[in-house]
T-cell receptor
């Protein structure tokens, strides 16, 4: 149980285009989902916290207009990188918090974004 | 505020040897502590967690960790390393209670297992 999927697993796009990444909790309802960014050989950096039906809360330094987050249902959150640039290339990981176990997050497999 | 310090960004052990990955935390409230493993180009998998019950926590793949409040530590151990244990390991902390759910991660420790 407690499986989180991400789609796509890899994406390559041209500079200036927008990319949407989906995060789904497959077998549980997630009132809260999190989006992380991970640079090579580094730890995870929390970008934003997404609550179902409300606006996402962004961490300091994260541009909310560039990284659009939508959490329209209890099983789906999306991250859209708008007008992507090469510096946005990174590994993006989502996680979901199960409503029963408040403090445990279940992580998706990640999405490798490469912006040319 | 909470923080996690992982001592040693890279640890190498021989196959069959003891694995010890160090994690120290700082928290103003009783913490919940986690160890995650990450294989290349994959997400994080939970190894084990401490949530104020038993101080010695057993996880998957033969790993265990002991919560020591006096030392503010939560070191990860495994008696005998296997080649498949080679990966990146992250220690993380969060607070108890429904409102304290943001994880703070350490910088990670890369474990290499030498045949």
């Amino acid at each position: 149980g407690a499986v989180v999927s991400q789609h796509p697993s890899r994406v390559i796009c041209k500079s200036g285009t927008s990319v949407k990444i989906e995060c789904r909790s497959l077998d549980f309802q997630a009132t809260t989902m999190f989006w992380y960014r991970q640079f090579p050989k580094q730890s995870l950096m929390l970008m934003a916290t997404s609550n179902e039906g409300s606006k996402a809360t962004y961490e300091q330094g994260v541009e909310k207009d560039k990284f659009l987050i939508n959490h329209a249902s209890l099983t789906l959150s999306t991250l859209t990188v708008t007008s992507a640039h090469p510096e946005d290339s990174s590994f993006y990981i989502c996680s979901a918090r199960e409503t029963v176990s408040y403090n445990e997050q279940f992580f998706g497999p990640g999405t490798r974004l490469t912006v040319l | 505020a909470q923080s996690v310090t992982q001592l040693g960004s890279h640890v190498s052990v021989s196959e069959g040897a003891l694995v010890l990955l160090r994690c120290n935390y700082s928290s103003s409230v009783p913490p919940y502590l986690f160890w995650y493993v990450q294989y290349p180009n994959q997400g994080l998998q939970l190894l084990l967690k401490y949530t104020s019950a038993a101080t010695l926590v057993k996880g998957i793949n033969g790993f265990e960790a002991e919560f020591k409040k006096s030392e503010t530590s939560f070191h990860l151990t495994k008696p005998s390393a296997h080649m498949s244990d080679a990966a990146e390991y992250f220690c993380a902390v969060t607070g108890p209670g429904a409102g304290s759910y943001q994880l703070t991660f350490g910088k990670g420790t890369k474990l290499s297992v030498i045949p």
